[in-house]
Every structure is written in structure tokens, then in C-alpha cells.
């Protein structure tokens, strides 16, 4: 078994795991390193005119353009006239967008069920004199929203609720109204989705989760194929200065050839997991985009070519929640999710998401499958004394 829909065709004549190890590298140069090292520079020698491409450290990195070389092939594999540009972190690659693109007057359409740092971003919009609407993931009912919006923000499937919404069918909608679209591709991560190809304008993670999956890094991007909106979004980015350093960028790029390795091993062992969780004896209420039986499945098999290592299910008690936590051994109880290591958490302990108290999201990590389902299992049973 496999938490793979599609994820195994060649895409561009090779594999994608081959596109993975070889993502962003430049052309051999002989007694150089495959994948060049860090570059250290606030600013470059620049004799002359004060042209680029290597000027000042905050504008450019050839660490950076290799990162987002990377990221781009991975993103828009094939495709010309994609952007992506690499920031300090998701937060800052999400409000790059968001702030670029609106103006005082401008509507927006958020998720209300989003990463939950949203509701603080809902905020400074608004502060800003920008209408910001919301509405939930599942069912496209953001549809019922777009009128006269001049951006909107998917985030599928959502964090941490696992509801999934048909970016096709909300691209269509969208731009028929001269609405772009961005969504947010964290979760999936690109091998799972790639929201340009579904019609999106820009696609923004993340790179903290199972992007890089060693939870060692924060990053995020930003990759468009609107060179007007892309520029204003180059702009935002310079002018805020919310910029990776060499080191975070680089070792980024270093993950990245591990990529599909990882997310292989990990989803298949998500699915697993939530197979367990379907079948406990208690109705555990589990949500996995890759099961079945799950309201996500349908939309998801359409539009992802793997459903990714998050599984969200529900404790009776927030009591009963806090000593499965505790009871685990493989599993550490902490936030964010993607990393090789296994996490969980009791999302209501944030006080920011609309989850029951007893709502675990894990994240499942790279340990041998079998070993996690037993781990899940006997503190499942533990718990329940
Ligand atoms: C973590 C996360 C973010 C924010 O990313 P940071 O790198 O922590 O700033 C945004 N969206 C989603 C879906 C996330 O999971």
C-alpha cells in the first residue's frame, strides 16, 4: 500500500524522484561541488554599473536562485514564465502576496478554517481598509463569496481540519470575476499537488513542514506566473526584508533531493495509521484526504497526486487526548508537522482553531510504518484505562 494516487509517473521524461535529487542544480563545473555551498554576502564586488544579477543581499543570493530554481521545477515542472521567489519563512511568503496585491477598498476571501495564523493577517487587512470575507474549505463554499474580490486564498486541504475544496472549479469561478488565486500548498507540498497546473496564480508554502522535513528550518515561497503580480511581490519582499539566510536556503535545497523519499515513506504510513484509527473500536472521527471513506477523498484523487503525512482524529476528552499524548513513545508531542521525526499535538491547547477539545493532528514521520500503527495503538489503549 501506498499513500500514492499518481505520484509515480514520469513527468518531463524522468521520474519524479530523479527531478527531486537533481531539483535545482546547475551545470557541472569542473572541481566544484554538485550542489554549490552557502554564499555569505551582504553585498557583492560591483564595480561599475549597479546592475545585477548579484548586487546587495537583500535583493539576491545565488543560494536563493538555486532554492528557487528547485522549488519552481518541482512546482511548475515544464513550464515557462514561472516565478518563485524564497522567503524567511511561510508567514512571510503569505503575506508577501496578500499585501502586495491588495489595496485599501480591495476584497479578499480567506478560509475560516486556515493555517491559524490567518485570523492576526485578517486582522492587519482589515486595519488596512481591505474586506476580508471568509469562508469554509469543504464544499467550495467560497463560491457563494467571490462577487466583486480581487483575491482568492485557498488553502487545501486546510490545517489542521484536512477539508479539501476543488481548486479547479474555484480558479474558474475566481477568474471569471478577475479574481487571482493563490493557494496555500504546505500541507501537500509539490510531489502531492501543483496548484499552477489546477489553474492557481501563485502557489505559497511553507517550507518549515515536509518540504525540508527535519524540523531544523523555517522557509517559505512564493512561485507565479503573473510577472506583474510576481514583481509586486519581488517588491514586498525587499521593502519588508523577510529574507532566508544562505545557511536556511541551502540546506532547504539539500532536503529537497530527499523529498520524494520522504514523502513516499511518510504518506504511506499516514495512510496506515489512519486505516488503524478507522478500525479502533471507538468511533475516533478520523480524517485522512487519502482514505476512502473520507468526504475529502473524492476532490483529493482529482487534484492531488499524494494526500500527505497529516492524519486529524478525535479523543472524547481533552483528559483522554493529553494521556494519549503522554502514553506515546515513537511519537513526540509538539506542533508543526512534515518532519521525519513524528509529532502530535492536541490542537485546542493553541485556543486559535474551531476543533473539539480532544482533536489530535499527527504528523507522521519516517519511522517504519509498523512500528507507528503499534506505537498509535498501545497508547490508544493505554489511554482509554
Ligand atoms: C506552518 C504553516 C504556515 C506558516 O509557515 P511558517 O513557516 O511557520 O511561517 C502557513 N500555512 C500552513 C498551512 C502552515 O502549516
Known amino acids: 500500500m501506498s499513500g500514492s494516487a499518481r505520484g509515480t509517473s514520469a513527468e518531463g521524461g524522468v521520474g519524479e524522484g530523479t527531478r527531486a535529487v537533481r531539483a535545482g542544480l546547475p551545470e557541472p563545473v569542473k572541481h566544484e561541488p554538485t550542489l554549490p555551498g552557502p554564499v555569505f554576502a551582504a553585498h557583492y564586488h560591483l564595480p561599475g554599473e549597479s546592475t545585477g544579477p548579484y548586487t546587495y543581499g537583500r535583493d539576491e543570493n545565488p543560494t536563493w536562485t538555486h532554492l528557487e530554481r ?10 515557462d514564465g514561472v516565478e518563485t521567489l524564497v522567503f524567511a519563512s511561510g508567514m512571510a511568503a503569505i503575506s508577501s502576496v496578500l499585501f502586495s496585491q491588495l489595496r485599501t477598498g480591495d476584497a479578499v476571501v480567506l478560509p475560516s478554517d486556515g493555517y491559524q495564523a490567518l485570523p492576526l493577517v485578517r486582522a492587519q487587512l482589515e486595519a488596512y481598509g481591505i474586506e476580508v470575507r471568509t469562508a469554509p474549505t469543504a464544499g467550495d463554499a467560497q463560491l457563494d463569496v467571490l462577487d466583486g474580490a480581487k ?9 489542521p481540519g484536512l477539508d479539501v475544496c476543488d481548486i479547479r ?9 478577475g479574481a487571482l488565486v493563490a493557494v496555500d500548498n504546505t500541507l501537500a507540498t509539490p510531489l502531492g499537488q501543483r496548484p499552477l497546473e489546477l489553474g492557481a496564480d501563485f502557489s505559497v508554502a511553507s517550507g518549515t513542514k515536509q518540504l525540508t522535513g527535519h524540523g531544523d528550518i523555517l522557509l517559505g515561497y512564493v512561485v507565479g506566473r503573473d510577472a506583474a503580480a510576481m514583481a509586486a511581490v519581488r517588491r514586498w519582499r525587499k521593502i519588508v526584508g523577510a529574507i532566508p539566510g544562505p545557511m536556511e536556503a541551502w540546506l532547504a535545497h539539500r532536503s529537497i533531493a530527499t523529498l520524494q523519499l520522504r514523502v513516499e515513506r511518510q504518506n504511506a504510513g499516514a495512510l496506515a495509521v489512519a486505516e488503524a484509527l478507522r478500525d479502533w473500536h471507538e468511533d475516533l472521527g478520523v480524517r485522512y484526504p487519502g482514505l476512502m471513506s473520507d468526504p475529502s477523498h473524492k476532490i483529493a484523487s482529482q487534484q492531488m497526486h499524494r494526500f500527505g503525512c497529516v492524519v486529524s482524529f478525535t479523543l472524547p476528552t481533552r483528559a483522554r487526548a493529553d494521556r494519549f499524548l503522554d502514553a506515546l513513545r515513537l511519537v513526540d508531542d509538539a506542533t508543526s508537522f512534515g518532519g521525519v521525526r513524528s509529532t502530535a499535538e492536541r ?10 477539545e480532544g482533536f489530535i493532528r499527527l504528523s507522521v514521520g519516517a519511522e517504519d510504518p509498523k512500528d ?5 495503538l498501545r497508547a490508544l489503549d493505554e489511554s482509554a484505562q
Do not use: K, Q
Not at 483575491?151 to 490545517?159: F, G, K, Y
Not at 472549479?169 to 470575476?177: I, V
Not at 490542537?347 to 473539539?356: F, S
Not at 507507528?372 to 498509535?376: E, F, G, H, K, M
Open 347 to 356: 490542537r485546542g491547547r493553541w485556543g486559535g482553531d474551531a476543533v473539539p
Open 372 to 376: 507507528l500503527v503499534a506505537d498509535v
Open 70 to 79: 528547485a522549488i519552481g521545477e518541482l512546482e511548475a515542472p515544464g513550464r
Open 169 to 177: 472549479r474555484l480558479a474558474e469561478a475566481a477568474h471569471a470575476r
Open 151 to 159: 483575491l482568492l486564498w485557498i488553502e487545501t486541504p486546510s490545517n
